[in-house]
């Protein structure tokens, strides 16, 4: 599916300027705005959804500082919103560009040419080139619940250096400068790449199974399994989700066999799919994206990464004494109630407008759970 863009237009001042003439893009996750950024012949910066709709229309407030002539009349709510990250409020780029900028003037990387690629309630990302077209560096800017990422960067980075990105700097508001990750997402990536992610990341959940108290107190979340959380994001569904109930009833006894199995908590990623791995020709491996990171259990991170037989006798052998493959079995459901967590957690967190983006994640998951 693509997307039918709108963009509103408000300049310098935020002063509501109308709107560009509605354009298809090819790419159509609503997150993604470089396709949009370049087809919207003026230069603008994306700051937020302002609708949508499942057909794929869109329309975005952006920014622009000359605002070209015969826009169409628009009308947008400018007010401000309590749970608004910054960046995508009117401004918020450009105070985040800066920050970037100098940090990067800094380490000697003056002169880099910031592009958007994404906005949306999870991020902001902006890359960096260099004069001649480089990759240098990327300006990630993420809201209150992630901000613990730049200290899980550090600490994993102390433990298995070079299987994160390169933390160049972090700010105010949830920023961070990342050192360029060469290669390419592995999406789709087969068993064999799994299991040598599964392999890479053992050392550093291995190294953080006693650490607990240092995690919880660097301001890691407590992603530690408990009934009540679970029971409470599935509660409103009860009723018109078959199974449901009985699932949520028997956890006790499910969590308590889970904590029999005897795996200890410790770091998680909390997202641990191969798209979230990048590997380069030499073989390099780095795992991005740490913003659901969390104390939790690990089998948690091997269910999101793969179901491949081989690979979870491979993962369950570097826990000895542990009964890591039943507890995989045992954590199927409760990792799919954990997500509909996640997606409940979001959207309690953002402001209205973003809310399209989950819609309908949460029971979804809890249905998944049911299936599990």
Known sequence: MTRTVTLVLVDAEGVLRGALPPFPVGTPWWQEVAEVVAAAGADITVLRVLHGDPSGAVTYLASCAAPPPGLLPAEADLSPHPLRAPYAEIGGPEASLAWASGALDRIGLTGAVPHQQRTWNLSAIWRFDLPDGTPAAW?????????????????????????????????????????????????????????????????????????????????????????????????????????????????????????????????????LHPGNVRTDDDGNLVIVDWGDSGVGNPALDVLRLSDDPEVLRQWASRWPGCDALRAVELLRPVAELRAAVTYADFVANIEPAEWPYHAGDVAARLRCAVDR
């Open 139 to 271: 300006l990630k800017q993420v809201p209150a619940f992630f901000r613990h990422e730049p200290v899980v960067l550090r600490m994993v980075d102390e433990v298995a250096p070079g299987l994160v990105p390169y933390l160049l700097a972090s700010g105010e508001e949830g920023r961070m400068l990342l050192a360029h990750v060469p290669g390419e997402d592995r999406y789709g990536a087969g068993p064999a790449l799994c299991a040598e992610i599964a392999g890479a990341i053992h050392p550093v959940q291995e190294h953080f199974a006693d650490r607990v108290d240092e995690l919880l107190a660097a301001g890691v979340p407590d992603k530690r399994l408990s009934v009540a959380p679970l029971a409470d994001v599935a509660k409103p569904y009860l009723a018109e989700i078959p199974g449901l109930a009985e699932l949520i009833d028997g956890l006790p006894d499910r969590l308590a066999a889970v904590a029999a199995c005897g795996l200890p908590d410790t770091l998680i990623h909390g997202d």
